[in-house]
């Protein structure tokens, strides 16, 4: 079922984004074309509890759809990062200034493997300790939310986070704490 890649060509090349149009044949020898690929970044997010047990949530601006989003933090793995760990591990300290006791990971995921090339990697900190002043990149605005981890559990059932990728962290977390109850 693999696809053969016969030929890939950049559209688009950018700090954050890239986009090529690739030619691929199919395993029964049919050609596709063009097929395009967005290449991201890996990306790094995790659910963060402090040592009260309250989640902390950030708040912010997201242009795309115009709105202010409650989210977990994240964000981009960078060169310098030494792995997954380490990118999250500074993402919090720059978005919420937490630092944390423990840090599993829980996994990664696809963004969309039918057009992103990247993956996710997912992981639950738990002992949260305010120890830095936030560190914003350029375009960042971020307000921190602390709240009690039975009131998170209730804006996620009320559908009160609203970023994909993020919910999928948020459910791998909850499940790794034996927080949720599935009825077939």
């Known amino acids: 079922m693999k696809w053969k890649t016969l030929s890939s060509e950049y559209l688009f090349n950018d700090t954050w984004l890239r986009a090529r149009r690739d030619k691929c044949q199919k395993s029964d ?3 596709v074309y063009p097929y395009y690929v967005v290449e991201y970044p890996q990306w790094a997010t995790g659910m963060g509890l ?6 902390i949530l950030v708040k912010q601006y997201r242009h795309a759809v115009e709105i202010v989003s409650t989210e977990i933090p994240g964000g981009c793995i960078d060169a310098t990062d030494a792995n997954p760990e380490a990118a999250i591990r500074r993402e919090f300290i720059e978005e919420t200034g937490y630092t944390f006791d423990e840090v599993e990971y829980l996994g990664k995921t696809s963004p969309n493997p039918s057009t ?3 993956w996710m990697h997912m ?3 738990t002992g949260g300790k305010l120890t830095h002043p936030q560190s914003f990149d350029e ?7 602390l709240v009690p981890l039975e009131e998170f559990v209730q804006m996620v059932l009320n559908n009160q986070i ?3 990728m993020h919910m999928t962290t948020i459910f791998f977390a909850l499940h790794k704490m034996g927080k949720l109850r599935i009825h077939l």
């Open 29 to 31: 020898g049919k050609i």
């Open 50 to 55: 402090t040592d009260s047990n309250e989640v």
């Open 116 to 118: 992103n090339s990247n």
């Open 123 to 125: 992981f639950l900190l």
């Open 139 to 145: 375009n960042e605005e971020i307000e921190v939310l």
């Open 162 to 164: 609203i970023q994909a």
